[in-house]
């Protein structure tokens, strides 16, 4: 039997990392880059099994700047015929531009401080969080298709609708870019007069300007394309910021000490890792017979922030009908099932373990 084959389009750090984790899930990998010289490489260095795209692939991720994405995933739903999804952080514009059965918008919130083809890694989304962004176009197979290929590579799929993603992106990825930026800015303006100063800047200070080292003409189209949410976001900054310095100018020991606690306690409940298997339930979920039904469950997972960690589809016996086993926390696991009830569906818990 002849193994499957995928399309990557646009062969830079993420597009390059795709095609070696869809190797590793046994698939022939096709790939092309507006950069001849980057295909090549890409070939040679077997990232790629062949150049150009495969019209008879079973999915196509088009990994390109995000001015050129609704082209490219035009191109693609017309010269393929199998899954098409793109890889941009910038998700309104391409969601209202197409919609097609078979494109669903996605944004894997994976990286490196390497670049292009040279950091490409097989393991980059492991443990990433990986956005999709389905509307009432896009077919349950389709979905779930990708959502199951996508967690084979070890990320965690979460589905919003675009505009809430790209609010949200705006304040958890795009913000804290420029944040990065102007403090690495600020350092370095001050450093001619204050010679120790990037020499002291390591700890913490390393820690928090790391991701100013991206590659900066990515972000012009980031910021273009995303504009009205990153305005929002700074905004909302600006006056987090006068607020702490009011505090501290005015020395309101206890105020600051609550803000600082807050802050504390917001980062220790960041999302970790799934845990002990005790700690785990299954929820097994009949997909009724509406468009769309699949890609319910996922944005309902995000509305109640109920980590999914793994899922699959189970086919009944006739095939036309499906169940959705999911894996959740236990202590999550009634939440998740009464979002499930008050939305038509039937679902069943049980422990893991």
Known sequence: MQPP???VIGLGLIGASLALALAE????????????????????????????IVPDAEVTFVCTPVTTVVDEVTRALKNTQGIVTDVGSVKARVATAIHDARFIPGHPMAGSELDGIDGADATMFDKAVWVLCPNSDTADDSFTRLAGLVTSFGAEVVALDPATHDEVVAIVSHVPHLTAATLMRLADNHSEEHLALLRLAAGGF???TRIASGRPGIWLDICEHNKDAIVQGLSSLIEGLEMMRDVVAGGRRDELLSMLTQ?????TNLPISAGPVDRLSEVRIPIPDRPGAAAEVFTLSGELSVNIFDFEI????????????TVVRAEQAESFRGGL????????VQPLS
């Open 25 to 52: 899930q046994g698939y022939v990998v096709a790939g092309e880059d507006r950069d001849e010289a980057v295909s090549r490489t890409a070939l040679d260095r077997n990232i790629i099994s062949r150049i150009g």
């Open 263 to 267: 802050a504390r306690q917001a980062r």
């Open 5 to 7: 084959f995928a399309n």
């Open 314 to 325: 189970v086919h009944s016996l006739e095939g036309d009908r499906g169940v959705m086993v």
């Open 206 to 208: 390393r820690d928090m």
């Open 341 to 348: 009830l008050a939305r038509g569906f039937r679902p069943a």
